[in-house]
């Protein structure tokens, strides 16, 4: 079995990128009670066992970047969605490490 492959950034450089309006998606594959403590503004919420079902409300010609707590799951998903032929970068570090804007609540 040939792995897959996919990039990888910490949350500083997400950020960053974030400020400058780069086009991507920001992926939230954390449970729906870590979503709800805090999130990215933006983001689309999928939970990593949600995903494989829900791969259709994703664009796979736009750079998807995973998040996760600490960087497990969203490593999982990368993985996953690399193997679909998505472009994807795992949030080095997740949630833990984010120091931007986090908006609370229920996904839209």
């Avoid at 009670?33 to 736009?62: F, Y």
């Avoid at 998040?67 to 949030?91: D, I, P």
Wanted: with cysteine.
């Amino acid at each position: 079995m040939t792995a897959v492959s996919f990039n990888e950034q910490f949350p500083s450089d997400i950020h960053e990128r974030l400020k400058n309006k780069d086009r991507m998606i920001i992926l939230d594959v954390r449970e729906q009670e870590e979503w709800e403590s805090g999130h990215i503004p933006n983001a689309k919420h999928i939970p990593l066992n949600e995903l494989p079902e829900r791969l259709q409300e994703l664009d796979r010609q736009t750079e998807t970047v995973v998040v996760c707590r600490s960087g497990g799951r969203s490593s999982k998903a990368c993985e996953f969605l690399a193997a679909q032929g998505y472009n994807v970068t795992n949030m080095n570090g997740g949630m833990n490490k984010w120091y931007g804007e986090v908006e609370t609540g229920k996904s839209t």
